[in-house]
C-alpha cells in the first residue's frame, strides 16, 4: 500500500523558515515526479512546486525565489525548504506522486497524496 507521510510544518513568524519532508513508502518512487500542493482556508489546492524524476524543476510564480524542492531517491523522500515566508503561505501542504515521470502542476495528474501538514506563518 503506497503512503506518503509529510512532516516539518508549524508556527513561524513571517521572514522565518520551515523544512518540510515527505516520506513515501510502498513502492520505489525514483521513476516518478512529485511535488508540493497548498489549500489555504476557502481557496482551491494550488500548485506550490514539482521535481520530475530526472531532476527538472517548477515552482509556483508565487515562491519562485524563496522555495526549493529536492529529493532524495535512495530514501524516497521529497523535501521543501521555505524561506522568507509570509503570512499568504499559511496553507495545509500537501505532498503528491505523479503518475507519470514528468512534471504536471495540476492535482489530477497525481496519484497518490499525504495526509497534509499545516503551515501558519503569523505577521
Known amino acids: 500500500q503506497v503512503q506518503l507521510v509529510e512532516s516539518g510544518g508549524g508556527l513561524v513568524q513571517a521572514g522565518g523558515s520551515l523544512r518540510l519532508s515527505c516520506a513515501a513508502s510502498g513502492r520505489t518512487f525514483s521513476a516518478y515526479a512529485m511535488g508540493w500542493f497548498r489549500r489555504a482556508p476557502g481557496k482551491e489546492r494550488e500548485f506550490v512546486a514539482g521535481i520530475s524524476w530526472s531532476g527538472g524543476i517548477t515552482y509556483a510564480d508565487s515562491v519562485k525565489g524563496r522555495f526549493t524542492i529536492s529529493r532524495n531517491n535512495a530514501k524516497d523522500t521529497v523535501y521543501l525548504q521555505m524561506n522568507s515566508l509570509k503570512p499568504e503561505d499559511t496553507a495545509v501542504y500537501y505532498c503528491?506522486?505523479?503518475?507519470?515521470?514528468?512534471?504536471?502542476?495540476?492535482?489530477?495528474?497525481?496519484?497518490?497524496w499525504g495526509q497534509g501538514t499545516q503551515v501558519t506563518v503569523s505577521s
Open positions: 503528491a506522486v505523479d503518475r507519470g515521470p514528468f512534471l504536471n502542476t495540476v492535482p489530477v495528474a497525481y496519484d497518490y
